[in-house]
């Protein structure tokens, strides 16, 4: 069909009319090929007339001359319960000159399921009037897969929401940098963001934004809060969201997960850039052992084409937390562990430090030595870990000094930079496999958990930083033996650093891409006191390539133990009365921590 004009009237309408159709089922799609060229061939929309809605809802448009070419335009209709047709308009405003045309008009994925026999299976359900047999990952979210309704009755209102009557018991929260907007239509901005919501599929339908035109400036983010649930127990509570990314400079979305109320949480999944015109529907798998909280964040791209969707937010098999709308708050060290407000009684001086359980004494260089000497092992607490593998998702005493501004008991995380940050294979976007491990290395599976240096932010050359506490004192066979992970094609540089009062030098390093496996390092520390061991990671020229690092000992740490016994004839009495092995003799290690085995009188 293609348009054929010979007046000059002013404002003509060509409209080409669908037949009318009776409903669509939720995974449908339109497609056809249309032309638009000429110099002045003007615009053309296509909109959804619904039986009962005055307001037309438009599907598609076209602004100006697309070149002497067919196109392809691929529409999601979604479901559509009640009658409807399409209408195709070209207006003209006086003066008309090119071809207009539209050929190859396909639905795909429209019919309802059709009826099953049986219906077997704890992941399936059986519609109640169609008897079409369903997925039942897609009950109670909002969406009628079935076409009676049934996957949709007595749900839980307090687990949905499809923002029709506002946030229900969701909250904008008030520590990001603006809110997300409840909006009807099409967003303010041509070209970027969604023109219809996902529940009813029309212009009449509301759903939330991210608005990213001024005053609005890049990674600005706003988070919107879930309300509270319970520990997940022995059942998964699954988590499903559409969210809808079109536009030419649309930057991030990411979901979070948190048990405390002035974290940020850890990171469940996250989407990056433009992902055409159209609702995506995404699926996650929630387990805590603690009551716990979702956080759903869009962070603004570099320009004003970034606005991003958020429609038909549910839970299945998930319970809210008694009503309560607290979680605990941390009351945190530099390194995340928390701390009793008191301490009990003693009498120790401001030089010692005091065993939290039983008041007890002792000497500061004890502390964070790798060695407990608090019965209640307190004085390693605040500490790094010997050992960490990440897989409670906890940082084990890592910090990353950059990104923490004390302010009271609150660390407040600056999120707008190259950083440290937990993953794992499971939460990889499809660009990300050939440069970021898909297993870690204590596990070897997707769910396992490891750090990594996210280098789809910063820029070439900037550093991320993750320090252990000030450790007091090691002994003299101390390293530590990590596994590391750097593949892609500009991979920057892994680096290990000693870090004194104001003094840091380079212990190892390792830059370039080293092959798609974990290889394993050993970085000799020896005898130090009142230090921190700092993992530099070096951004390379872009984003493919992130540094990662996982398993990481701390050997033979603790400081020597100088015992009453006196040495055997195999031995060497060191000067501060510690016995070592004579083999260790004039082998350029510290050994006694003294130095008396190096001495040149030997």
Known sequence: MFILKNSNSISQIARLRSPKFRQTASNCTLSFWYYNYGQSVGAAELQLLVDGLKQPTVLWRTYYNEGNQWLKAVIQLGRLPHPFQFSLDKISLGFYEGVSAIDDIRFENCALPSPALSCEGPDRFWCRATKACIDSLLVCDLVDDCGDGSDEDSCDPDLQCNFENGLCNWEQDVQDDFDWIRIQGPTPTVNTGPLKDHTTGTARGHYLYLESSEPRQFRDKAVLLSPLFNPSGNGTCVFRFHYHMFGKEVYKLSVFQRTMSNTKGWLLWYKFGNQENRWIRQTLFISSSRPFQILVKGTVGDGFTGDIGLDDVSFLGCTLYNGKRNLPTLSTTTSGTSVPATLPMNNCTEKEFV??????????????????????????????????????????????????????????????????????????????????????????????????????????????DIATPVISLTGPRCKIIFWNHMNGSTIGSLEVLYKSSNKTSKLWSQSGSQGPQWNRAEVFLGIRSNFQVIFRAKRGVSYMGDVAVDDITFEDCSPLLISDKPCTSEEFMCANKYCIPKNNLCDFVNDCEDNSDESPSI
């Open 355 to 464: 065993c939290r359980a039983s008041g007890h004494c002792i000497q500061m260089i004890q502390k964070c030595d790798f060695r407990p000497d608090c019965s209640d092992k307190s004085d390693e607490s605040a500490c790094v870990m010997e050992v960490c593998d990440f897989e409670d998702k906890d940082l084990c005493g890592w910090h990353q000094p950059a990104l923490e501004q004390m302010i009271g008991n609150y660390s407040i995380f600056i999120t707008k930079t190259f950083k440290w940050q937990l993953g794992r294979g499971a939460n990889l976007y499809p660009e990300q496999e050939q440069h970021c491990p898909l297993t870690d290395h204590t596990t070897c599976t997707e769910e396992g958990w490891y750090l990594f240096a996210d280098s789809s932010n910063g820029e070439f050359g900037h550093t991320a």
